[in-house]
């Protein structure tokens, strides 16, 4: 609520978890702010919560799965003193559009 008060024309919230989403689109209805009307909102990770929500949230979904062995992969190089064989690695997400934004 405060953020509202500091930025009054705020447009977009983009969170780091659809929970932190769903609780940013409780705060914006209570402060009288429609979303996506007023203010598209927007998390990340696809949880069930995402659908759920009201309006349903617009989420990034990525593959927690292959994301957890990448980086067990480049630990466990790490510390085998072994070179890394991506020092850089980019995993596909995807968007996911609801009516959140």
Known sequence: RELL???????GVVAA???LAAGATRALN????????????VGFDDAPIAALNDPPLSTVRSDARATGIALADMAIAQ???QELPQPHLLLPNEVVWRASA
Request: overall charge negative; hydrophobic content about 30%; charged content about 35%.
């Open 5 to 11: 008060e500091l930025h009054p024309d705020l447009d």
């Open 17 to 19: 978890s659809d929970l």
């Open 30 to 41: 209570e402060v009288g702010r429609r979303v996506p009307q007023d203010v598209g909102v």
């Open 79 to 81: 510390i085998r003193g």
